[in-house]
């Protein structure tokens, strides 16, 4: 009797789930389906042609390289052309809004500028496993799915696909004790921040029977949220959002949990650290908007309070130890750990305004960053050497202003940006945020935000003296600048000298999308 | 789970039964060690160097392909048992499944992981 009430039931509804499911839900994931499906290709490819005897073992990795880029092409042309803007997919564990797509678009792009400057680096360096590549494809199509995600289920999985190809990403190059170090803190601080999450996660569902963001949404507001209090689940509930919190912050290396960075980030190699130091942002920031303004605004108390703790500490920290760097990676590191603390400054605001001005900031960050990694990825002679080595050290540029006039100047502009000078991209963002800030009654954030980023200033400047004043202890000169870098230093040269004379559309698109997050 | 009663009897039998052969022979054997008999046997010869040697990497290997693998199995056996319910559509998704896990094979056969020449 009862097997047949099943059979009934299940024969009733599988002809509708079925049609539903690939009719739709596919559709709207074709930008990820591709992604995933060309990376695996990909794979098999490299796999069967440079294993193969009669081709004689080709190095495959520069047309690895070039097919991903185009793959990213592809998709990022999918996204644009995606036939439904707002979906839920998959059985609610997937959304598509306007958020995500810009997210995604975001996504897409850095990581098209990663692979795209360090191809030139790639061929010098002589890195001969195509397979980083592919690594690098499949954490982006993760951190796809990441931004769409809907559920803690969904976020979960993504994270951890994402970070386990970025643990292995960072101990890319065996031969090399700073790598494999990286690669050993990065794989055990990461995993240790996904316990964290993961056991917030489970609170929460616990307490909630619930893992889906908008059922918390409804849980946590209103009426329910009465029985909750009486039955004493709410603060355990409270206590999981906080170590979902904890999780975030280590992923996206806020200041108490930051101490993995500067190491991973010096010791992967500069491509992935380009990779480390760009792309996850903006996917971890947009999922964790997404939780905490939709699941747990009526948390907003709590978690603003920590979040404005741990940005103030991170603004301080990263002005304040990156004075001491002599090191450009470790340098990038920890100004990349002020950068978070002032993007976790609009987070804290919980306004719209907050959130349209951590999202300009993102995109002019990244912006930043792909324009400094484009330089730091370029070749460099030195004279008492033969090898190519990068520039490693901050003096590594000195009298680059004789030697390559413009690429000296485009650092200068670049660098001045991240200081926050005014006709620059960086200081829109800066002043944007702060306006923020300010605007949402944080006027302790928004002074301390300032100082520190006036004091931040004086090691972004020290590398503008370096390279025009101080005299060389070796002689370095940049070889040829590869063009692909070349390119990139230019398109995003132009974005930054030129985002203050029409800012309008990225103002429009950003409002939109925080508007969406917000309704 | 009452089943599971009687394996844990069973088990419960069966370590004290084997506690019982080890203990017999600890109690009535004679002992009478010399530092000829204690020391490591090879083939006769004094050991000729230091014990810790290079760990050949391919155990490392054929370990993980095995978690990967019996992990795969875990999710084939809930498939198996319920597939006159899930139809077509389970049928296929576990497809998709074992499509990614055959590239993941092929790749590691191509590299060689599975040559132990």
């Keep these: 009797m009862l097997l047949n009430l099943r059979d009934d039931s299940l024969i009733a509804l599988s002809p509708s789930y079925k049609t539903f499911l690939f009719d739709n839900d596919f559709q709207s994931l074709f930008p990820e389906i591709f ?57 609610n564990t997937l959304i598509i809004d306007n958020f995500t797509s810009f997210i995604k678009g975001l996504i897409l792009f850095s990581s098209f500028f990663c692979i795209f400057i360090s191809l030139d680096y790639i061929k010098q360096e002589s890195i001969n496993a195509f397979e980083c590549i592919l690594l690098l494809l499949f954490s982006t199509s993760s951190m796809l799915f990441l931004v769409s995600s809907a559920d803690f289920i969904s976020l979960y999985l993504a994270i951890e696909l994402q970070s386990l190809c970025f ?19 990065y794989f055990l601080l990461g995993a240790f921040s996904s316990g964290l999450l993961l056991f917030g996660c489970s609170l929460i569902y616990g307490f909630t029977g619930v893992t889906n963001f908008s059922e918390l949404a409804r849980i946590f507001t209103g009426g329910t949220q009465e029985i909750l209090t009486t039955t004493t689940s709410l603060p355990a509930c409270e206590l999981g959002m906080v170590f979902l919190l904890v999780g975030f912050l280590f992923k996206i290396t806020a200041v108490p949990f930051h101490m993995w960075s500067p190491d991973v980030y010096e010791g992967a190699p500069t491509p992935v650290t380009a990779f480390f130091l760009i792309v996850p942002k903006a996917a971890l920031f947009g999922v964790f908007l997404r939780i905490f303004l939709e699941s747990f605004y009526d948390f907003v108390l709590p978690w603003q309070k920590i979040l404005l703790v741990s940005s103030i500490c991170s603004m301080i920290l990263g002005s304040v130890a990156a004075l001491s760097q002599t090191r450009i990676k470790r340098l ?13 400054a609009g987070f804290a605001c919980g306004t719209i305004e907050g959130i349209q001005a951590l999202l300009i900031y993102l995109f002019v960050y990244i912006f930043m960053n792909i324009n400094m990694f484009a330089f730091i990825l ?15 050290y901050i003096t590594d540029l000195a009298y680059l202003a004789k030697t390559q006039p413009v690429l000296a100047l485009t650092f200068t502009i670049t660098m001045f940006s991240m200081a926050g000078i ?62 692909e870098n070349a ?26 999308i925080a508007l969406t997050l917000c309704m | 789970m009452i089943e599971f009663v009687g394996i844990f009897v069973y088990f419960l039998i069966a370590s004290a039964l084997s506690l019982i052969l080890v203990g017999v022979s600890f109690v009535f054997a004679t002992k009478k060690s010399d530092p000829e008999k204690i020391s490591a046997y090879e083939c006769g010869f004094d050991p000729f160097d230091d014990a810790r040697s290079r760990f050949d990497i391919q155990f490392y290997l054929v370990a993980i392909l095995f978690i990967i693998f019996d992990l795969e199995v875990t999710f084939l056996f809930p498939w198996a048992l319920t597939l006159n319910q899930v139809g077509f559509f389970g049928f296929w998704s576990m497809m998709v499944f074992l499509i990614i896990l055959t590239i993941g094979f092929i790749y590691e056969w191509r590299k060689g992981a599975l040559d132990w020449s």
Aim: some cysteine.
């Design chain 1, 35 to 91: 992604l995933s499906t060309a990376a695996i290709l990909l794979l098999v490819y490299g796999v069967v042609f440079s294993t193969s005897k009669q081709k004689n073992y080709p190095l495959l990795l520069t047309n690895i390289c070039w097919l991903s880029l185009l793959a990213l092409v592809f998709t990022f042309l999918l996204l644009v052309n995606s036939p439904v803007e707002n979906a839920l997919l998959c059985y």
């Design chain 1, 378 to 392: 370029c070749g460099m002679r030195r004279e008492t050497m033969q090898t190519v080595p990068r520039i490693k």
């Design chain 1, 167 to 185: 643990y292995v990403l960072a101990a890319l190059k065996r031969n090399s004790e700073f790598s494999t170090e990286a690669g050993l803190k």
């Design chain 1, 487 to 512: 390119l990139t230093l230019a398109i995003t040269l132009f974005f930054i000298v030129f985002f203050m004379f029409y800012p309008t559309p990225l103002h429009l698109i950003t409002h939109k």
């Design chain 1, 422 to 483: 005014p006709p620059l991209a960086g200081f829109y963002s800066k002043a944007y945020l702060f306006f923020a800030a300010m605007s949402s009654n944080l006027y302790v954030l928004a002074v301390i935000g300032v100082l520190c980023s006036v004091c931040s200033c004086f090691y972004y400047i020290r590398l503008v003296k370096i390279m025009y004043f101080e005299g060389p202890k070796n002689w370095c000169s940049f070889s040829r600048i590869p063009v």
């Design chain 1, 332 to 344: 990038l590191a920890y100004s990349s750990i002020g950068h978070v603390g002032y993007l976790l």
